[in-house]
């Protein structure tokens, strides 16, 4: 999910509508850009469910701001949950090869299986 700093040394996985909106349009100057072609969540955020996080990114898709959605290390259930309320364009596992039954269920719902993220591991 999106990170934000406390400012105290702190960093929390904020997966609040506000805040992904935010988050995104902070980015797009950063980047030099006024579309991002595949916003990723790396992780969820346990304190909303993953419609409603989903469902933001989705308007961003809507408005032309993101083009396609991913998730990473998202379990199947969450998986078919962001799926029913967006389409999942990728998923992407932190673990160095991906888990068979993470990808088997991935399957119907028509995302990418990528491969490990070396990166998620950091804080």
Do not use: F, K, W
């Amino acid at each position: 999910m999106v990170r934000r700093s406390l400012g105290d040394g702190r960093v929390v996985y904020d997966g609040t509508p506000a805040y992904v909106r935010s988050a995104c349009e902070a980015s797009l100057p950063r980047l030099g850009t006024d579309h991002i072609d595949l916003d990723y969540c790396h992780r969820l955020d346990p304190a909303v469910p993953v419609e409603e996080t989903v469902g933001a990114r989705a308007a961003l898709v809507a408005e032309g701001e993101v083009t396609a959605l991913g998730l990473s290390n998202a379990g199947p259930g969450e998986l078919r949950r962001a799926a029913r309320t967006a389409p999942i364009s990728a998923l992407q596992s932190e673990s160095p090869g991906l888990d068979l039954d993470r990808v088997g269920s991935a399957q119907p719902l028509g995302p990418e299986a990528q491969g490990p993220c070396p990166a998620a591991h950091t804080s």
